[in-house]
């Protein structure tokens, strides 16, 4: 088994390596092109060694940021790298701490946290290390529209016919012997919207994430490359096939969206609609109750065949006694154990113990290790998004903060921004933005940018 892990890690490291010399962001998008289709792929040839597909990922990723310490020292010793890895490093000590202080086991809760951060080190990669011929901000956009398209044509398959479905569905697999549930047994036997990401609510994410992308690109950012025809093909299509995925939080992260994009339109006008809609739900909440009684009623029976009537559960949020049919009534249960220590968290063991930590992922972190664990955790992302700011300009910026918002709003229901494949996705959203932004590749000839001083030349895109 370590031979296989090694082999299969040192093939993706010699293809990661071998495109990171021509572009950086090249291999980024290679490793998110693995993580997008690797572990189907794997388990329909290999179905023992499934799950540990993004195993192989995460060590290829880690020997290719090591060689490119070597190659290029400012991947390490870096201003911005320095940042980065200090907050990650930061975040690993708090907890391990914490933990030690509590009895829990260190090793546990190291384990399972330093799955998210591997995509960090990839941007340490893309912000210090030179590009030899690098690609056009256009094709990365390109790139982006054809992986949120496959997505897309997959899942609305996948609800229009029962054998493709049927083909990418994983029921369970084998880990070290032990029998893993993928798929719970109640939706077995039903169509289910996957894409080739596993589970509904993770193809909702990111075709989620992706339309916020392109949505506030253009209508925030203005971006040319960012066609009006695309805008609405992705839209038309990418909402319909959320809708046939029958996962609800993704629904409402789209009103987050929209909210978000008027936002940094016309603030005047965003507040206006804000107001009405507290104004007006209560009103239509208690003069259709019965309605939204029975819609909420009918969506716990968790037919994902019939989407428009599962995504009905959604309407608790206008009635909140109707909330236990939904995932946030988890989160309001738990807030009651937040508020005791909100600083440093109760460290209850919670997570490893009486909950699934995919399911109201923020409260359940927020429980263990408080506030000062919730803020360390995304202190890398929020400076990755000023950083943005600081070398772009404020409308891109601001298309980053609204995929940003969007995704950590999913993270109030599941794992959200830290699910592998969410975050792998923003990760090389927010690097298109830094190429897109500029309107420059990355640094060329010899050197790189070391502590925010240019010490070579840039290369307009053409």
Request: with cysteine; proline share 3%.
């Amino acid at each position: 088994m370590i031979a296989v892990y090694l082999v299969c890690s040192l093939a993706f490291f010699a293809i990661g390596w071998l495109s990171l010399r021509r572009d950086p962001l090249l291999a980024v998008g290679f490793f998110l092109g693995l993580q997008l289709f690797l572990w189907i792929t794997v388990y329909k040839t290999f179905p023992q060694l499934a799950f540990a597909s993004g195993t192989f990922v995460n060590l290829a990723i880690a020997l290719l940021f090591l060689r490119s310490c070597l190659a290029w020292p400012s991947v390490l010793l870096g201003r911005r790298s320095l940042v980065i890895l200090g907050s990650i490093a930061l975040f690993l000590t708090y907890i391990a701490a914490l933990a030690a202080l509590r009895g829990d086991s260190v090793q546990m809760y190291v384990l399972h946290f330093r799955n998210y951060f591997f995509n960090l080190l990839l941007l340490c990669v893309f912000l210090h290390v030179p590009a030899r011929r690098p690609r056009s901000a256009n094709f990365y956009l390109r790139l982006v529209f054809l992986f949120v398209g496959i997505q897309v044509s997959l899942g609305l398959a996948q609800f229009l016919s029962r054998p493709v479905s049927d083909f990418f569905k994983v029921i369970e697999y084998s880990r070290l012997g032990v029998v893993q549930v993928a798929l719970p047994t109640v939706f077995r036997d039903q169509k289910v919207v996957t894409g080739t990401l596993l589970a509904m609510q993770n193809v909702s994410s990111f075709v989620l994430m992706s339309i916020g992308f392109v949505v506030s690109s253009r209508l925030i950012a203005r971006l040319p490359q960012v066609r009006l025809g695309v805008t609405l093909t992705l839209c038309v299509f990418g909402v319909g096939m959320m809708i046939a995925a029958a996962v609800r939080s993704p629904i409402v992260g789209l009103v987050i969206c929209a909210g978000l994009v008027l936002w940094f339109r016309s603030r005047s006008v965003a507040i206006l609609i804000a107001f009405s809609c507290v104004v007006l739900l209560p009103v239509a909440a208690a003069t259709f109750s019965d309605d939204v009684q029975y819609a909420t009623s009918v969506a716990a029976g968790r037919d994902v065949e019939n989407p428009v009537q599962r995504l009905a559960g959604a309407l608790s949020l206008a009635d909140l006694s109707q909330l236990q049919y939904t995932t946030l009534r988890r989160t309001i249960e738990l807030a009651s154990e937040f508020r005791g220590q909100f600083v440093f968290g109760s460290g209850p063991g919670i997570i490893f113990t009486d909950y699934s930590i995919t399911d109201a992922f923020l409260i359940l972190l927020a429980i263990e290790f408080g506030l000062v664990g919730i803020v360390l955790l995304i202190l890398p992302y929020v400076y990755t998004l000023r950083l943005l700011r600081h070398q772009t300009n404020v409308a891109v910026a601001r298309v980053g903060w609204v995929v940003f918002l969007v995704t950590l709003s999913q993270s109030v229901v599941n794992a959200g921004l830290w699910a592998d494949f969410a975050n792998a996705h923003f990760m090389f959203l927010v690097m298109v933005l830094f190429r897109v932004g500029s309107g420059v590749t990355q640094r060329v000839e010899s050197g790189a940018m070391l502590d925010g001083v240019e010490t070579h030349r840039a290369v307009a895109v053409a």
